[in-house]
């Protein structure tokens, strides 16, 4: 290789270029690993874990407990929530229902609690 070709190839920046092994498991125990860049937002494996698994993306709730458990957004990435190789995800169908807020305001007029 001449010297001029070795001047034109830049450096990598090993740190923008790390990838991250993440374990993402089902709650009926299944696993599937995953191997993304930390500079990749997470939508990317949210979405391949459902399409592969023919689930709705809407319908899942992602949770990475680290230091607590908290609902993962597409937008982060590895890098930002600290992930190391390993790290489990963990994919829960998310929980529907429940009344809004003026909704419950509306039911306990309606219903007289005190007379149960």
Not at 31 to 38: A, D, R, S, T
Not at 86 to 101: E, F
Request: glycine share 6%; aromatic share 10%; charged share 35%.
């Amino acid at each position: 290789m001449s010297n001029t070709q070795e001047d034109d190839k830049k450096p990598i920046d090993q740190e923008q270029e790390a990838h991250v092994i993440l374990k993402v498991k089902s709650q009926d125990g299944d696993e599937v690993l995953f191997k993304n860049k930390k500079s990749t937002p997470l939508r990317k494996l949210m979405y391949v874990y459902c399409d592969r698994r023919g689930l709705n993306l809407d319908a899942f709730a992602f949770i990475f407990d680290k230091y607590e458990f908290r609902r993962i957004r597409g937008t982060e990435t590895p890098d930002e929530l600290d992930m190391e190789d390993g790290d489990v995800i963990y994919a829960c169908h998310s929980q529907g229902g429940g009344l809004q807020a003026d909704q419950r305001q509306w039911s306990y007029m309606v219903f007289d609690h005190n007379r149960l």
